[in-house]
């Protein structure tokens, strides 16, 4: 028994020794794309699935591209969560189907008529058969490159933000009621009740 404890206390012991300090191996810090904007301290750049290794610059580009439209979708999304707990338009969205009946959440995705269904996934399509973000030389403000660099980080990070929030939304819409809270208290937001 003393023999075992005396072990434990030696084992115990050896996880505080100093270990021999080992250059660092990591992908992160090999990547060429460290100094691309978005890139914040103190994660720096973050790819732990690795799926800009190995890539050029034109895909690297088109991954921004991608993240930075997938971020505005999200922004929208959130907004729209926010705004339907808050106002209903008027009106009938389908012939017998008001916008007030229309319900909050994930619920909405039931009711929606296959033809509203149908013109949704044809504007999408043909949003995307474009692939065009937009550069708008309108309204375009005149910044210098730092503030330019410093919003368009803002942008890339309020995307990524907002990509969570809606997925955060989506989970606990699916969960309503099987958390144990009870299905009055959220399909949104709990605090405009």
């Given at each position: 028994m003393k023999t075992a404890v005396f072990a434990t206390l030696l084992a115990s012991a050896a996880?505080?020794?100093?270990?021999?300090?080992q250059g660092a191996t990591s992908a992160l810090k090999a990547s060429p794309y460290e100094d691309e904007i978005g890139v914040i301290q103190p994660t720096g750049f973050w790819d732990p699935a690795g799926l800009s290794r190995g890539k050029d610059q034109a895909t690297f580009d088109r991954y921004r591209a991608v993240e930075l439209k997938h971020g505005r979708v999200a922004q929208l999304a959130v907004l729209g969560y926010v705004f339907q707990e808050a106002f209903r338009f008027p009106?009938?969205?389908?012939?017998?189907?008001?916008?007030?009946?229309?319900?909050?959440?994930?619920?909405?995705?039931?009711?929606v008529p296959v033809l509203g269904w149908a013109q949704i996934l044809?504007?999408?399509?043909?949003?995307?058969?474009?692939?065009?973000?937009?550069?708008?030389?309108?309204?375009?403000?005149?910044?210098?490159?730092?503030?330019s660099i410093k919003r368009q980080t803002q942008e890339i990070q309020h995307g990524r933000l907002a990509m969570l929030a809606i997925l955060?939304?989506?989970?606990?819409?699916?969960?309503?009621?099987?958390?144990?809270?009870?299905?009055?208290?959220?399909?949104?937001?709990?605090?405009?009740?």
């Open positions: 996880a505080f020794a100093p270990s021999a300090n009106g009938n969205l389908a012939s017998g189907l008001s916008f007030a009946d229309v319900p909050n959440g994930l619920a909405a995705l039931t009711v044809i504007t999408i399509g043909a949003i995307e058969k474009n692939g065009y973000l937009g550069s708008y030389e309108v309204g375009m403000p005149d910044l210098d490159e730092e503030t955060e939304l989506f989970r606990h819409d699916s969960s309503n009621g099987a958390d144990g809270l009870g299905e009055q208290l959220i399909t949104g937001f709990p605090f405009l009740y």
